[in-house]
């Protein structure tokens, strides 16, 4: 077998991406990584019920993105080297049962630690995305990476409308037992239409573990991919963490509104499609400075003339979401053509990066808003972008990717 070659199969012989197990992978991508958002929009709701201070409410989200950030370092490398239907559905099973857990938990600290587990369990997302790669013709390998990503893109900008949605009619405990639920159908559909794929890969999980650190020193678009969208969703996390607050407290907006308002921000994922063409017609290069530049200039609507009001947080949500997702899949398309034997390790570390960005902005959102409110949110979430777009023109666009 070719280093290149998919090395997914069923008993009928090798498996293709048709467009039915594309749009698969796509919804149960979107349903997982939903998970990690629920609670973002509902903290106004979660806070109080289990006596979380307002000051430290936002750790539930910060929680789950380590959480997540812990999976995606120590769970999905194993997909270079064990079956990889067989780890998706028991990480799934855990899953399913955190996200219960978190349903019927009343107590601070419990709550914490099981927000901490729904991130850890909710990575097999990340073993879904490089087995596609995996069976993807590389002419055609970013379409599908970016197809897939637009479903998993959904997922986060559709479960934060969900989440309000829900928290508004039904209470906030249900939005974790219906997640349960939902969890419950995708595991069955995973058990029974994603094939099995056995890696060729030959080593102990030490020895797999430290192969992290030598990738990560001997690829430097792997680590300056790593950087630009670490620090772009950290913007990403720090607005969508505090805008529900801005919204909740200054306009007065109910849980419904604040999921019209999250709905809006859905719009953003129709970039994925669009970077992964632009990625297989070599065009790399220029959609990352795109979205470098159009991040960095997202929250102007709020800076320049803050009488813009909602309307001006709309135009960020939907510039910010749409920079951010078209970065992510330029980057997955390149990290993703450096080595086939190490996708999911590849994968690991460059997601690792991102939801550490993402729980570092969470965790700011609190201290930011209570100090300084929506101006200074709006302040500290552009230095991010900004910082990535220097560093990718200083050095950045310097580093040619290798054959």
Not at 42 to 50: A, K, N, Y
Not at 80 to 97: F, G, H, Q, Y
């Amino acid at each position: 077998m070719t280093p290149n070659s998919p090395s997914a199969s069923t008993a009928s012989g090798p498996v293709k991406m048709t467009s039915g197990l594309i749009a698969l992978f796509a919804f149960c991508c979107g349903a997982i990584v939903a998970n990690l958002y629920y609670a973002q929009p509902i903290i106004e709701l979660i806070g109080p019920d289990i006596h979380l201070s307002a000051s430290t409410a936002s750790l539930v989200v910060s929680l789950t993105q380590i959480g997540y950030a812990f999976g995606l370092f120590f769970l999905v490398p194993l997909g270079d080297l064990v079956e990889n239907r067989k780890l998706m559905i028991t990480t799934a099973l855990v899953s399913i049962a955190s996200l219960a857990a978190a349903a019927l938990i009343h107590q601070p600290h419990a709550f914490l630690l099981i927000s901490l587990l729904v991130g850890f369990s909710s990575v097999a997302v990340q073993i879904l995305i490089p087995l596609a790669a995996h069976l993807a013709p590389d002419e055609s390998r970013g379409r599908v990476v970016g197809t897939i990503m637009s479903g998993l893109l959904l997922g986060i900008l559709l479960s934060r409308p969900l989440s309000s949605f829900v928290a508004g009619h039904f209470g906030w405990r249900t939005v974790f037992g219906s997640a349960a639920v939902l969890m419950t159908l995708v595991t069955a559909v995973l058990a029974f239409t994603i094939p099995s794929r056995q890696p060729d890969h030959k080593a102990t999980y030490v020895e797999l573990i430290r192969s992290l650190g030598t990738l990560v020193a001997t690829m430097p678009v792997l680590r300056h991919r790593a950087l630009y969208q670490g620090l772009m969703f950290a913007t990403f996390s720090l607005f969508w963490t505090a805008v529900p607050v801005e919204l909740i407290r200054h306009y007065g907006l109910s849980q419904t509104g604040v999921a019209l308002f999250a709905l809006v921000g859905a719009i953003g994922a129709t970039s994925a499609p669009v970077a992964g063409r632009l990625a297989d017609a070599g065009h790399s290069g220029r959609a990352t400075l795109i979205a470098l530049v159009v991040g960095a200039l997202s929250f102007l609507p709020g800076l320049v003339h803050p009488a813009w009001g909602v309307a001006g947080l709309v135009v960020t949500g939907i510039v910010l979401d749409f920079a951010v997702q078209m970065n992510m899949v330029i980057g997955q398309r390149e990290i993703y053509a450096l080595h086939a034997a190490s996708r999911n390790r590849l994968n690991a570390l460059y997601m690792t990066s991102i939801f550490i960005g993402g729980a570092f902005g969470s965790a700011l959102a609190s201290m930011l808003f209570e100090r300084g409110g929506w101006s200074l949110i709006a302040m500290v979430a552009s230095v991010f972008p900004l910082v990535a777009l220097v560093h990718y023109l200083s050095v950045g666009r310097l580093v040619a990717r290798p054959a």
